[in-house]
């Protein structure tokens, strides 16, 4: 795939940049509420220092808007992972300028260094070229482990490869690029796409490009309102993007002959989205006006799970219905179950449905969680990922 990863670079001595996906959930007293995405960044780093590398990370928290804002600082990061770790890890004042120059010539092999936000500057977004030769002015070798970034041409993304001889991959990073082109480029049959969530309009891409691939596609959640709106049922309240119904239409059509596109049968209906309110099990032709459908019924799931059981290769995105309430879970946590079972090659993408899969207990059981939901999202779409483009380069 033209990709140097981390282990085939010359990293002796040299000052490693390394692009991580450090943004993960604080709470109120900024404390981390989950550190999954610096735990899945330690195999990368463990290596560099290993091989006696000068750690160099560098990462965006949040959205601090091109300015300087204590509330979005990388402090709580660098406290984390130094316990992680099990050694010192050093916050840079700053992602450029003199004063980390200086820290950065400090430093001793297999030392670690975290830089400040690179968003405090809005150059990092505007991908700008002087500040990119700033961020490549700090090191020997680039290496990107931030899938999650990948599908965005920033400067610490893109900009500053142009900049650098030797890029390479993470671990992390290079497990999701050939995990996602298995099903990509020679995926086995049957392929069964699952889409779920809130809406159609996010996933119109990768619908289309999916229609070329898969043997079936199965529409969940709130998104398959619109469909089953652009068939002529009356779906009460339920959710929908009337500005989506032509384009659905035409998606139906264009299924016919080439895959199966499967929509809901029967559903979870309840007068409003409440767990207290009155719910029942309706079918397509019965949904009541006024009330809302917020989970797939066991019909539906009776016939996703047939498609799934006999899937060889699976491509989960999006959840089945309102999981995040119990009396609308059911659908959504059966079909992370069914994926788990199932004794296909399983990828799932997007932070809900890899809350569902954790929360049903079958992680282990999938072939591939996805760390980065929109990137996996685009690259399913057949989109170019820049920040995996921009390390196709000899190192
Ligand atoms: P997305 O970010 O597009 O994957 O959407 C995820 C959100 O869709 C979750 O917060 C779900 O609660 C929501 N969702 C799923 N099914 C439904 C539904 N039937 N009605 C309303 N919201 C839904």
Redesign the pocket.
């Known amino acids: 795939m033209g990709i140097l990863r981390v282990d085939q670079a010359e990293l002796k001595g040299k000052r490693v940049f390394v692009r991580v996906d450090f943004n993960v959930p604080l709470d109120e007293k900024k404390e981390i509420t989950d550190d999954t995405r610096i735990i899945s960044s330690l195999p990368t780093i463990r290596f560099i220092c290993g091989a006696g590398g000068k750690v160099i990370l560098a990462s965006h928290l949040g959205r601090p808007k091109g300015k300087r804002d204590p509330k979005f600082s990388l402090a709580p990061i660098a406290e984390r992972l130094s316990k992680l770790l099990g050694k010192g890890v050093s916050l840079a004042p700053d992602c450029v300028g003199e004063e980390v120059r200086g820290q950065i010539e400090r430093m001793k092999e297999g030392e670690v260094l975290l830089l400040e936000n690179l968003r405090f500057h809005q150059e990092e977004e505007k991908n700008e070229e002087t500040f990119s030769k700033d961020l490549a002015s700090l090191c020997d070798v680039y290496v990107n482990d931030a899938f999650g970034a990948a599908h965005r041409a920033h400067a610490s993304t893109e900009g500053m490869t142009r900049y650098i001889q030797t890029v390479a991959s993470g671990f992390l990073m290079m497990r999701e690029i050939e995990s996602l082109e298995k099903a990509l480029v020679n995926p086995q049959k049957p392929y069964v796409a699952i889409l ?4 159609v309009s ?2 119109i891409g990768v619908i289309r490009n999916l229609q070329n691939k898969v043997d079936t596609l199965l529409i ?6 619109t469909f089953l709106k652009a068939k002529g049922f009356s779906i009460g309240k ?2 929908v993007e009337e500005d989506q119904i032509g384009l659905s239409l035409r998606l139906i059509e264009g299924a016919k002959g080439k895959i199966k596109l499967i929509l809901p049968s029967d ?1 979870i209906a309840a007068e409003r ?1 409440d767990v207290q309110a009155r719910r029942e099990i309706v079918t397509n032709e019965k949904i009541p006006s006024g009330w ?4 797939i019924g066991p019909e539906t799931v009776k016939i996703f799970l047939e498609e799934i059981l006999s899937a060889r290769t699976i491509f989960w ?9 119990e009396p ?1 879970s059911q659908g ?1 946590f059966a079909i992370a179950r069914a994926v788990a079972d199932s004794q296909a090659f399983s990828i799932v993408g ?4 890899v809350a569902a899969v954790n929360q049903a207990g079958v992680a282990d059981k999938i072939g591939h969680i996805s760390t980065g ?1 929109g990137a996996s999202l685009e690259l399913i779409e057949g989109k170019k990922l820049p920040g995996i483009e921009a390390l196709r380069k000899d190192g």
Request: glycine content about 28%.
């Open positions: 779920g969530g809130a809406k996010d996933k969940g959640g709130g998104m398959a309102y339920s959710l559903h989205m809302v459908c917020l989970d995105n999006g959840p089945m219905g309102v999981f995040e309430m609308f959504t997007g932070g809900d449905s939901g």
